[in-house]
């Protein structure tokens, strides 16, 4: 088996939403990441897909975005990430979700001894990634709980874990932030992968530095333009 990520697809197939307007890398992307995965992931296989999945408003609004990934081969596991306002409660998106994608909502998974734990995570000032103000602060609060949660639901035992948040854990220079401390009071993962930023087609931006192993954890920076919109193969188990 093998566990795949990619964050921030940004599908937007019902309600016409493109993302050619962020440059020419985007032009077309849904085809590009479809035939990516097709010839990347077998249908045992995990992908992990870190939030900012549809451009979406609503439920009903999302079907198309999440019909076209449950197509895709493999099981996917998904967070919510900032732009995913269509996301619901725990419930309803278990009655909304086909059986091959499995939300994370302070719960975790567990695939063939793969534990997958994680939340969206919110701007944290001390990483100098975003501008925040204190109403981003009482936000990331709550999501270190929900981190906590998440986290503190994995049983024992697993081969691997993995963690996925939306925003980074650490700096581009390798400082880890509030999330790695808390998660490590339960568990050292031995990936912990995450997207979010954005390349600006100017290549000014170097996000490579995210891509590192601090202690034990390798750290794996997926946003789809990133990754050229291929899916990242993280473990060959």
């Known amino acids: 088996m093998n566990v795949f990520a990619i ?10 939403k493109k993302m050619d307007i962020f440059g020419p890398a985007w032009l077309d992307h849904p085809s590009k990441i479809k035939n990516s995965w097709v010839s990347l992931v077998g249908r045992e296989d995990l992908v992990l897909i870190p939030g900012d999945i549809s451009w979406a408003i609503s439920l009903d609004q999302a079907r198309a975005d999440i019909d076209f990934i449950s197509m895709l081969p493999g099981k996917k596991v998904i967070i919510r990430g900032n ?43 001390e990483l100098r990634l975003e501008a925040s103000s204190d109403s981003d602060e009482k936000i990331y609060k709550r999501e270190l709980e929900r981190l906590r949660m998440s986290i503190s639901s994995l049983p024992g035992g697993l081969e691997k874990i993995v963690v996925m948040t939306h925003f980074p854990p650490i700096s581009i220079q390798g400082e880890p932030g509030r999330a790695v401390r808390v998660v490590e009071e339960y568990y050292t993962p031995d990936v912990w992968v995450f997207g979010h930023m954005h390349l600006d087609g100017s290549g000014s931006k170097d ?3 995210f891509n590192r192993v601090i202690g034990k954890t390798r750290y ?13 193969l993280i473990l060959d188990l």
Do not use: C, M, Q
Request: net charge negative.
């Open 7 to 16: 964050a921030d697809l940004h599908l937007g197939l019902g309600i016409d």
């Open 83 to 125: 732009h995913d306002y269509w996301w619901s409660t725990l419930t309803k998106l278990n009655r909304f979700l086909p059986e091959d994608i499995v939300p994370i909502h302070n719960t975790s998974f567990v695939y063939r001894g793969v534990g997958v734990a994680g939340t969206r995570l919110w701007i944290e000032p």
């Open 220 to 232: 794996e920076f997926v946003s789809a333009d990133f990754l050229g919109f291929k899916p990242r």
């Open 207 to 209: 996000y490579h530095g």
